[in-house]
């Protein structure tokens, strides 16, 4: 593909990267919170069976076939909450938290919908537990730490760590070093549903600016010079078996949503 190409491709498919399966516009909303944040993912093939379990009857995975997204079937999304506001601009209790969260791009089978689905989350906050999608679990151990340096005529170089995980075995973490370049902006609009009680959803309005700095199928520079990752234990074991692959990584540098109900 030609560089060219390649760039019109990322353009036209940058929202498939960070979130695959827009939703059109709703009517009457009601707004939840609104939060700023930074953020961290990775883009995996699992094993299409272990999370078939994970999904309920009646959803499938919604997976693109080209693209930045292409053959991406969960993101692992690390979220720094930075400041966390109810709708009338207000802090929230508490007004910040980390997180990390395994979403899925899915549609119905038989229907019309289609966005993502929360399938399992680990959140710094016991009371952020199980949270409104049902699906987080408190990390008694958790830690993210963040760090960017510059200077003249030098790259800007950031480091992150974050480790999450839960009594009962499950952990997600990553360790990375990369060199930060601009972001591009997108906006978006998708309803994000629960793997627990798939009638429930909220609308996350989004605006966002996005990283691609690894990506196995478009020709973007790899500005990642240090990469591990640790994922598995008790339940999401069987997506993490040692056969999984990570096909992108992506910074998200500046990110707000409004989260809404139907």
Not at 23 to 42: C, D, I, P
Not at 100 to 126: F, H, R
Not at 216 to 232: C, I, L, Q, W
Request: charged share 20%; glycine share 10%; net charge neutral.
């Amino acid at each position: 593909m030609k560089p060219q190409a390649a760039f019109g491709a990322i353009g036209a498919l940058l929202t498939g990267c960070a979130i695959v399966g827009l939703t059109g516009q709703a009517g009457a909303q009601t707004m939840v919170e609104h939060s700023s944040e930074v953020r961290m993912q990775l883009g995996f093939v699992v094993p299409p069976a272990a999370l078939a379990k994970f999904l309920p009857e009646g959803w499938e995975p919604n997976v693109a076939t080209q693209g930045p997204a292409k053959d991406c079937n969960v993101r692992m999304i690390f979220i720094d909450r930075v400041d966390i506001t109810k709708p009338d601009g207000s802090p929230a209790t508490p007004g910040s938290n980390q997180l990390v969260y395994l979403a899925v791009p899915i549609k119905q089978s038989s229907g019309s919908e289609n966005g993502q689905m929360l399938i399992y989350g680990l959140t710094a906050d016991a009371k952020d537990a199980p949270g409104p999608h049902g699906v987080y679990v408190h990390a008694n151990t958790n830690r993210m730490a963040r760090s960017t340096s510059g200077g003249a005529g030098k790259p800007t170089l950031s480091e992150e760590v974050w480790e999450f995980a839960a009594a009962s075995g499950e952990h997600m973490e990553v360790r990375l070093k990369y060199e930060r370049a601009a972001a591009r902006k997108t906006s978006n609009e998708v309803k994000f549903f629960s793997s627990t009680t798939p009638s429930f959803y909220q609308i996350f309005k989004i605006d966002q600016g996005l990283d691609i700095m690894r990506n196995a199928t478009v020709p973007v520079r790899d500005r990642v010079t240090e990469f591990s990752y640790k994922a598995g234990g008790g339940k999401i074991a069987p997506l993490f078996d040692g056969t999984e692959k990570v096909v992108s990584i992506d910074a998200l540098h500046w990110y707000t949503r409004g989260v809404y109900l139907p």
